[in-house]
C-alpha cells in the first residue's frame, strides 16, 4: 500500500523541453526538504525500540494511474555544497540519513522523466533477505513488524486509526507461477507478478517452507479496504 504525503512536501516545478536525438523527452524539476525523507524513518529506528525488519521506501509516482516516475538524477544541495545521487534500480528514492544532514536540512532536486508533478509516495516494505525460499513463520513475523511501523509512525491519538496490516502482497520479476511448499489445501500462484497471502492464508502456511519460482523483488503490506486498528 502506498499513501501520500503532500501537504508536507515543500516542492517547486519547473517544465523543461529538453531535446535528444530524433525526439523530444519532457523533464519536470522538483525540490523537496531532506526533513521529508529523514524524520520518519528515524521514528521507526528509534534506538530504544526493538529492530524491525521493515522499513520506509520513497518513491515518485503518476498522481493519475500510481506508475513509478523516473528519476533521472537526484542533487542535495546546501549553500555552495552538491552531491548528485542516483535513485535505486526500482526508482526508489535513496538518501542518506544523518543527523547533521538533518540539522542543515538541505534541498533534494530531483530531475523527472515527467510531462506533470510526481506525487511523494511512501511505502512500507520488507527488509527479510530474498531468496526463493521463505518460512511461513516468517512471514507471519513480518505481518506484526509491518503493523508496529504504522504504529510507530502514528500518534498517541491516531494509533488506532492507522490501517491494520492482515497480510502480504509479495512482487515477482515472473508474471505467473506455482509456490511449493505449502501444505494447505489450496494451492498458491503469483498471478501477474503478484503473490497477495491473506489473513486465512497467512494462518495456513505458518509453518510451511515456501518455494518459489523467482526470488521476490519486493514485499508489501496486505491491507483490507477500511481495515484500521480499533
Avoid: W
Avoid at 6 to 18: C, D, E, G, I
Avoid at 64 to 91: F, H, K, W, Y
Avoid at 107 to 122: G, H, K, R, W, Y
Amino acid at each position: 500500500m502506498a499513501f501520500f504525503f503532500s501537504a508536507r512536501v515543500t516542492a517547486y516545478v519547473a517544465a523543461v523541453l529538453t531535446l535528444l536525438p530524433c525526439t523530444a523527452v519532457q523533464a519536470v524539476t522538483q525540490v523537496f526538504e531532506y526533513k521529508n525523507f529523514y524524520d520518519d524513518p528515524m521514528r521507526i529506528a528509534a534506538a530504544d525500540k526493538p529492530a524491525l525488519q521493515a522499513r520506509l521506501a520513497y518513491f515518485l509516482v503518476n498522481p493519475q494511474n500510481g506508475q513509478t516516475c523516473q528519476i533521472r538524477q537526484i542533487v542535495m544541495s546546501s549553500g555552495r555544497n552538491q552531491e548528485v545521487l542516483l535513485p535505486g534500480a526500482d526508482q526508489e528514492i535513496k538518501i542518506p540519513l544523518d543527523t547533521n544532514l538533518r540539522s542543515l536540512n538541505p534541498n533534494l532536486t530531483m530531475d523527472i522523466n515527467a510531462e506533470q508533478p510526481c506525487s511523494l509516495s511512501v511505502q512500507v516494505v520488507s527488509t527479510l533477505p530474498m531468496t526463493t525460499q521463505i518460512e511461513g513463520k516468517q512471514l507471519a513475523a513480518l505481518v506484526k513488524d509491518m503493523n508496529e511501523v504504522y504504529q510507530r509512525l502514528g500518534t498517541f491519538v491516531t494509533r488506532r486509526y492507522m490501517p491494520h496490516v492482515s497480510g502480504l502482497v509479495l512482487h515477482f520479476p515472473v508474471a505467473d507461477g506455482k509456490v511449493l511448499g505449502t501444505t494447505s489445501k489450496n494451492p498458491l500462484y503469483i498471478k501477474n507478478h503478484i503473490l497477495t497471502l491473506n489473513t486465512e492464508q497467512m494462518v495456513n502456511i505458518e509453518t510451511d517452507l515456501l518455494t518459489f519460482p523467482a526470488i521476490p523483488e519486493k514485499i508489501t503490506p496486505f491491507i483490507q479496504q477500511h481495515s484500521t486498528k480499533n
